[in-house]
């Protein structure tokens, strides 16, 4: 029986709704994260990550951000959600390379193995907790705080 390839719905106040998978991630830039985190679970994690940027992900949506002004932009955030249900919240600031620009990643391998069955992998590159680096992401919802409802 041949099974869907798990995909990202991308949704929200976007332009262009998508739903990604690992394979169409794997299209756009790749790079590269080399990463270490604590686990509450298995303890101190070593990893290497590699996928897009959620920030050029995005791009491809044509969000829809109430202001081009900076601080317009600083009242939207994201919501990445994974098929556990497991979720967590990132501000636009966190992305945006005109605040701090993090390299947070869509992984579509880890350790040089393709995640094309679990999904893409969120990767928070600096985040010394492992708790936001979400296995099997389902959907990135992107908008003004004032529309979040924290239901997916």
């Known amino acids: 029986m041949n099974r869907a390839a798990p995909a990202v719905r991308l ?3 976007i332009e262009q709704p998508a739903e990604l998978t690992v ?10 994260a080399d990463v270490t985190f604590d686990c509450r679970t298995n303890g101190p994690q070593r990893h290497t ?12 949506t044509k969000p829809r951000l109430a202001s081009a002004t900076r601080k317009g932009r600083l009242g939207h955030l994201l919501t990445v959600t994974g098929a556990d ?3 967590v919240l990132l501000s636009w600031a966190e992305i945006d390379p005109e605040f701090s620009g993090r390299p947070i990643l ?5 350790d040089g193995r393709p995640l094309d069955e679990a999904g893409p992998q969120l990767v928070v590159p600096d985040d010394v907790c492992g708790a936001r680096y979400i296995s099997g992401i389902t959907a990135v919802w992107v908008g003004p705080l004032h529309a979040w409802s924290g239901v997916e």
């Open 85 to 87: 249900g497991h979720f």
């Open 49 to 60: 990550f590699e996928g897009p940027r959620l920030w050029e992900v995005l791009g491809t």
């Open 23 to 32: 394979d169409q991630l794997r299209r756009l830039s790749a790079h590269r």
């Open 106 to 110: 869509l992984a579509t391998s880890i």
């Open 11 to 13: 949704h929200g106040h």
